[in-house]
């Protein structure tokens, strides 16, 4: 089988893990090398052909399952709607102390949604400040209860200025990195796509959006906040915080509480980082998807060499 058709079952087959069929576009912008736009498309009506993918109107999937259409159009209409609302939380949540960067992050932003979607943040704050931040957000979080919203929003990734760079380089993270939806703090963002541009290696066609960022004003009192910790004493807190949150979150693992999702509750934590723990879901993933592109790749139907 030749390098351009293992490309594009390789890409079917990641979204595949989440029922997500693409259109050629998305294929191409997917995929993990450069080709001509003619031998692309001869490629993609080859496996086509051969019914080694299959076609329905603009998209393309490895399960010969309409209802996969019909499911992503349908979750593309409830993101649309998701998007709208992370709008209006970012411009309330970059209010806060030591927030410089906000972005959507998650099955949202891949324009996708569904009943169970909520909504998954991206968050980047100042340098060696961010638990402070994160404590004020999630305290803030915690107060939405008395709407019933508490779970309508999800501050689940942060880094800070410090450490820009994901130091998980796989096409899971590469993924993730290319597809956030960039909502505050232009500056910062561009930087953090600096620091991350080693996703070209994964992805050499997918460029990252910044378009959708809007500059941050940092308001008075956020300034004057801001300004009285920016001392010994405030990274003396920003310590405290982390080590306090870190403990808790390793209890959790411990006891093997579950989230709202039916996963293992687990934080990878560090002075510049807060995170899903990547041994909770991304390990698994990314063997699933390896099983997956080993089992395409030797079915009868995809060995044919043209």
């Not at 393309?60 to 992370?86: F, H, M, P, W």
């Not at 990195?177 to 960039?182: C, K, M, Q, R, W």
């Not at 093997?256 to 991304?282: E, R, T, V």
Request: proline fraction near 3%; charged fraction near 25%; charge should be positive.
């Amino acid at each position: 089988m030749t390098d351009i058709k293992e490309n594009i079952l390789a890409t079917l087959a990641y979204f595949d893990i989440f029922d997500y069929p693409l259109t050629s576009g998305e294929i191409y912008l997917f995929s993990q090398n450069k080709y001509g736009h003619d031998e692309f498309e001869f490629a993609l009506k080859c496996l086509t052909g051969n019914r080694s993918i299959y076609q329905f109107s603009n998209f393309y999937t490895l399960k010969n399952d309409y209802s996969l259409i019909a499911r992503r159009c349908e979750g593309n209409k409830k993101a649309a709607q998701l998007i709208k609302v992370a709008e209006k939380v970012s411009e309330l949540l970059i209010r806060f102390p030591y927030v410089r960067a906000i972005a959507i992050s998650g099955s949202l932003s891949k324009n996708f949604a569904d009943e169970n979607s909520d909504i998954d943040l991206f968050i980047i704050t100042a340098k060696n400040r961010l638990w402070i931040a994160r404590t004020l957000m999630h305290a803030f979080k915690k107060l939405t209860f008395l709407v019933n919203k508490q779970d309508y929003f999800c501050m689940n990734y942060y880094i800070d200025e410090e450490q820009l760079e994901i130091v998980e380089k796989t096409i899971y993270t590469a993924i993730e990195i290319v597809t956030l939806i960039p909502l505050q703090g232009d500056n910062v963002i561009e930087n953090f796509y600096s620091a991350n541009a080693w996703t070209r290696e994964f992805l050499p066609n997918k460029i990252m959006r910044l378009s959708t960022a809007k500059p941050v004003r940092p308001s008075f009192l956020k300034r004057l906040f801001e300004k009285a910790l920016d001392n010994n004493w405030g990274n003396a807190v920003d310590d405290s915080l982390m080590k306090i949150t870190a403990g808790r979150w390793l209890k959790k693992t411990r006891l093997k509480k579950l989230n709202s999702k039916g996963d293992i509750m687990g934080m990878d934590a560090d002075k510049h980082y807060a995170k899903p723990d990547p041994k909770n879901f991304q390990t698994a993933l990314l063997e699933q998807y390896e099983n997956k592109i080993s089992q395409i790749l030797i079915e009868p139907q995809n060995i044919l060499a043209n």
